[in-house]
């Protein structure tokens, strides 16, 4: 007989684990850029309509989908479809997706946390050139940083859901939520700070194309840790009478302002280093903004606080993407960890194992396919380049197949498991829900338009990242 199942110990506790999901990588880097280059307060608009909107609804259906089957994505399409073998592919997609990535985002965070501790020896001005970036990719370190990655990630899995998840979520996101505030004060207070500002918050409405629209619903989902199986099993976890609605806003909220705050840092950094920047020249690849160009960033700081300064903040900065990462990485590998328990009946440590070590040998491929390894360097082409299998998998997993997964999560959910179900779980802990607004809407909207949306958005991003067209182009 197998052990009850875990639960999260709070209410707040859940917030935070949930928001420590949803808050990485993207939240800090990409989304600032984004913005600024998109329209800048016009973007954050559009961004927020789309986060309340549409994603938070399918945030509230997945946590749903986990809390009344108690069970895996695998599991809860298996048991809440009566067993029916078509629903089972979606929930193979959501085991198979958070795999995938985390192998992907594994690789990235390696790089992050070797950063850092080139940071911590003094080293920040090597960091500042391309050259640099190259050499460490391709160097042998990146194995040790892995290995070290993988026994953090996998430690706080194998303490549980409270023990572990839980309260590292509660140590380091207000670590993460304070270090945040105290670097933006520290940059509002540098010369030309407010330019970058200027860029980031005031709208303009004539940037907002049907790219920057799409490129921002995208953005919304893919940040707040939707169609990755995630919400499902973190949603199995949740207590029956804590309030899903509610959670998932706050979740959403959470994740929002940390996007949000995040551009009150990065816009002024760069404009302070380069006030005549043009931003539409800074890159779009998060990758390319943390290793190349942030680094840059923080040593110019050295002219004003000296280069310990310099660095000091450097590594705050690296430190809080780390954190970020690690969170987020933490809520996806549980994903496949709960699959194996619960499907297979393995214990915790042994699904930990299992998965710990198909990973490794996956992460190393993606790791190597910078150079090290001509064929995974040049695995496949995509839509008439040629694609690493780092490339590969984010392409596939990242950036397509989302917005697939939030469809059917949208449709089975109204169709298959049926509205009156979702609707008693949603108010189950939450009797204020029962006749609200959001009830009408989120009844309405994840039947109708919300899939729809999503699906426009995955069929665009097909034609964009495989036959370098969109739907626009072919309308
Ligand atoms: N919000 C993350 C980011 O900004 C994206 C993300 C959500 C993610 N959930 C995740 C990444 C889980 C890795 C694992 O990067």
């Not at 808050?23 to 600024?36: D, E, K, R, Y």
């Not at 490129?215 to 009478?241: E, V």
């Not at 509610?246 to 996007?259: F, H, I, M, P, W």
Request: charged share 15%; net charge positive; aromatic share 12%.
């Amino acid at each position: 007989m197998s052990a009850p199942r875990e639960h999260f110990g709070s209410r707040i506790g859940f917030i935070l684990a949930a928001a420590g999901s949803a808050v990485g990588i993207g939240n800090l880097v990409s989304f600032p850029v984004a913005a600024t280059k998109s329209g800048g307060g016009a973007f954050l608009l559009v961004y927020a309509l789309f986060v309340f909107l549409i994603c938070l609804p399918v945030m509230m259906a997945e946590l749903a989908l986990g809390r009344k089957s108690d069970k895996d994505p695998v599991g809860a399409y298996r048991q809440l479809s009566g067993g029916s073998r078509l629903w089972r592919i979606p929930g193979w997609m959501a085991l198979i997706t958070p795999f995938m990535i985390a192998v992907f985002y594994m690789v990235v965070t390696v790089w992050v946390l070797g950063y850092l501790v080139e940071i911590f020896k003094g080293n920040l001005t090597g960091l500042t050139t391309e050259a640099y970036f190259g050499a460490f990719i391709n160097s042998n370190a990146v194995f040790v940083y892995l290995i070290a990655l993988m026994i953090i990630i996998n430690g706080v899995l194998a303490m549980g859901v409270k023990d572990g998840i839980e309260r590292a979520a509660k140590t380091l996101m207000p670590i993460l939520f304070v270090m945040l505030l105290i670097l933006v004060l520290f940059v509002l207070t540098r010369e030309n700070a407010v330019l970058g500002l200027k860029y980031y918050l005031i709208p303009d409405f004539a940037k907002i194309s049907p790219e920057v629209v799409s490129k921002a619903m995208a953005q919304a989902f893919f940040s707040l840790s939707l169609g990755m199986g995630i919400m499902i099993t973190y949603g199995s976890y949740m207590k029956k009478r804590d309030s899903i609605p509610g959670s998932a806003k706050a979740v959403a909220l959470t994740d929002t302002l940390v996007a949000f705050t995040a551009g009150l840092l990065i816009l002024p950094s760069i404009f302070h280093f380069n006030p005549q920047i043009d931003p539409a020249t800074l890159s779009d690849s998060s990758a390319g903004m943390i290793f190349l160009f942030l680094p840059k960033i923080f040593l110019s700081l050295q002219d004003s606080i000296g280069y310990i300064g310099a660095s000091i903040v450097a590594a705050t900065f690296f430190f809080l993407v780390l954190v970020a990462a690690l969170t987020s990485l933490v809520s996806i590998i549980e994903v496949p960890v709960a699959t194996l328990r619960d499907e297979r009946g393995m214990s915790r440590k042994k699904a930990i194992y299992a998965i710990a070590a198909v990973q490794l040998v996956l992460a190393i491929a993606c790791a190597m396919s910078f150079g090290m390894s001509g064929p995974l360097t040049e695995l496949i082409s995509i839509g008439g380049a040629n694609k690493s299998f780092f490339d590969l998998v984010e392409i596939l997993f990242y950036d397509t197949i989302l917005p697939l997964n939030g469809f059917l999560v949208c449709i089975f959910v109204i169709y298959k498991w049926k509205k009156a179900n979702l609707d008693r779980e949603l108010q189950e802990g939450d009797s204020s829900f029962a006749g609200s607004l959001s009830q009408k809407y989120v009844n309405f909207a994840l039947g109708t338009f919300i899939p729809a949306i999503l699906l426009l958005v995955f069929i665009n991003t097909v034609l964009l990242k495989f036959f370098n067209t969109s739907l626009l182009n072919l309308i």
